[in-house]
């Protein structure tokens, strides 16, 4: 099954934000090799070059490197993970905060309904 | 080194201009979408590109060679209508690409058609539209060619079968080869394509790459495609 893309924003960005997201959740610990450019095409039904740029550009932000002849692997560094981890829930936190206050919840009346929610 | 190269290209059929002065580069390895409503020009270009046209003004080449016998050779075209013997079987249509192009991958030709559940026996005439529509997309992509000019390839099958031909697009082309896919599926083929050119009565008016689309309008090809082609004012 090929992945759905949000229509307004650039692919390459939301490929970019996917792979993060598997790093964070375990699914290419740090240190492991993550799946070729022509791979990870088939799996998401893009063109080859969306992927190479979104690994690009995981690469200039330091989350991948590349090891010649052998491919592209996540970082070994926990750091990293932590930090990922945190911009990852911020985005989703401010997305659903957005979204709630949009639809006219207080600040409190959000935090109530979300602890509500987990009981 | 650019696959495809038109400057000031111009088609005229009698006094109706199909294809007006255009300029346009194709880079190798690049997949591209030819957009454009129904009458824009963009089968008379295709058919430029593999010389079943001849230009009325401007020059088009391939590969740095004006369209011959040469360039057919390294030129894979489906055309947007059945092309094939309806008598021939799947067997009989690879013999005869093996005979025709050297650039044919028999075994390609051969796995793909046995994914697809097609009937080695079947002869065409037999087979429905999708299936027929299958067949002939596979053997264009089974040749080995440096530009792939896809007419209309995906409007005949189901969406299945459709997510196939994309797969199939993806994991055959090489980086020295680039394929221009004609369409008006747009949102079928959006993710897969590198760059989108829109045609409007015969002239460019957009050529950039899918993600500069997306960026600058805020919006999908496809929905910007609807927009700058609106059939109908406010």
Not at chain 1, 38 to 53: C, M, S, Y
Not at chain 1, 90 to 116: H, M, S, W
Not at chain 2, 133 to 140: D, N, V, Y
């Amino acid at each position: 099954m090929t992945w759905t893309f949000e229509s307004d924003k650039p692919i390459y960005g939301q490929i970019v934000e996917r792979i993060k997201f598997r790093i964070v959740k375990g699914e290419y610990p740090p240190g492991s090799r993550i799946p070729s450019v022509r791979e990870l095409a088939l799996e998401a039904g893009v063109n080859p070059n969306t992927v190479q740029r979104a690994y690009a550009e995981l690469e200039s932000e330091g989350v991948l490197y590349t090891e010649r002849t052998n491919g592209k692997f996540v970082v070994n560094d926990s750091g990293l993970l932590n930090q990922l981890k945190q911009t990852l829930s911020r985005n989703y936190i401010e997305d659903l905060f957005q979204k709630l206050t949009d639809l006219g919840l207080t600040k409190e009346e959000i935090i109530a309904a979300v602890l509500a929610e987990k009981e | 080194m650019n696959v495809m190269e038109c400057s000031n290209l111009s088609k005229y059929y009698g006094s109706v201009s199909a294809l007006d002065s255009i300029d346009l580069t194709v880079e190798s390895g690049k997949i591209i979408g030819l957009l454009g409503p129904n009458g824009s020009g963009k089968t008379t270009l295709i058919k430029l590109a593999c010389r079943m046209l001849v230009p009325s003004e401007g020059k088009i080449t391939i590969c740095g060679m004006e369209p011959s016998p040469e360039t057919k050779s390294i030129v894979s075209y489906l055309p947007d209508r059945n092309f094939l013997p309806e008598w021939m079987n799947c067997t009989d249509l690879i013999y005869l690409y093996e005979d025709f192009y050297r650039d044919f991958d028999t075994q390609r030709a051969v796995e793909m058609i046995r994914q697809l559940n097609i009937d080695h026996k079947m002869p065409m005439k037999k087979m429905s539209k999708g299936t027929k529509e299958k067949l002939q997309l596979i053997m264009t992509m089974s040749r080995r060619a440096k530009l792939y000019l896809l007419d209309e390839p995906i409007a005949g099958v189901d969406p299945a079968a459709r997510d196939y031909i994309l797969n199939t697009i993806i994991s055959n082309y090489d980086e020295d080869a680039s394929i221009i896919i004609s369409t008006h599926l747009i949102a079928d083929v959006e993710s897969v394509l590198d760059e989108a050119i829109f045609l409007k009565e015969g002239h460019i008016i957009l050529h950039d790459t899918v993600d500069a689309i997306r960026e600058q309008s805020g919006k999908s090809l496809d929905k910007h495609f609807r927009e700058v082609f609106r059939c109908w004012e406010n």
